[in-house]
């Protein structure tokens, strides 16, 4: 079963405008983090924000906040005053179990932004 | 610095070639890990090595060799690819702890096809 769903395979937004990709995710574990990442054509994945599942407070990272809703298991992202510049790929990822192995991340399959001038 | 430095950016090789990716980092992480990423397709995990161990390796095939000499540096060893490895290969680290929120740094990737 897929753990992290992004419904939106392709966005259009007007520049300034705000926008919203949407992400939902499914699992069982009561402690996991929620990332998001975006992907330009250069390839580079650039961390954006984090959500921690115990945090009480939405993330925000300047233009970035994250519309963290737990008992729908949906965490959101939302992008204000759209830039040209943030025309690329978006990922949501999630943690699950954390140990010394490292940092596993799940991804799911992204929605592409296009910001329209 | 916070980068993550991957070579080449550009690969191009034979099915009975036998090449290497290099990954460097110099944040002092701990954690550092190759993934796959095909054209249109998230990243997939390949291995993970963690405090120079190999930690995690998700059932990639022997043609794909990883190597850690030191915490810095991460190798991927080619040999006797097929042509559908060739895909968008992403290095990246972390802090090495066991936060929930240890976020990953990648590197820009290497984009590999195989002839």
């Known amino acids: 079963a897929q753990k992290i769903t992004q419904t939106q395979p392709g966005m259009f937004v007007q520049e300034k405008e705000a926008v919203t990709l949407d992400c939902t995710y499914d699992?069982?574990?009561?402690?996991?983090?929620l990332f998001w990442y975006k992907q330009p054509s250069s390839g580079e994945m650039i961390f954006l924000i984090y959500q921690g599942s115990y945090d009480e407070q939405n993330a925000t990272e300047g233009r970035y906040s994250l519309n963290f809703q737990k008992a729908r298991k949906s965490a959101n992202l939302v992008i204000s005053a759209s830039q040209l510049g943030d025309s690329a790929m978006y990922f949501c990822a999630m943690r699950e179990t954390w140990d010394n192995a490292g940092n596993m991340l799940t991804f799911g399959g992204g929605t592409r932004l296009m910001v329209k001038p | 610095d916070t980068e993550v430095t991957q070579t080449p950016k550009h690969l191009v090789m034979g099915m009975t070639n036998k090449k290497s990716l290099k990954c460097e980092q110099h944040m002092g992480h701990r954690a550092m890990y190759w993934y796959k990423q095909k054209a249109k397709k998230p990243p997939e995990l390949m291995f993970v090595y963690s405090y120079e161990k190999l930690s995690i390796n998700e059932s990639v095939p022997s043609r794909f060799s990883p190597e850690c000499p030191n915490s810095s540096l991460l190798n991927l060893h080619l040999h006797a690819l097929q042509p559908e490895d060739s895909a968008l290969y992403l290095c990246a680290s972390s802090q090495g702890g066991v936060g929930r929120g240890e976020k990953l740094f990648f590197g820009s990737g290497t984009q590999l096809s195989v002839l």
């Open positions: 699992t069982s574990d009561q402690s996991y983090g």
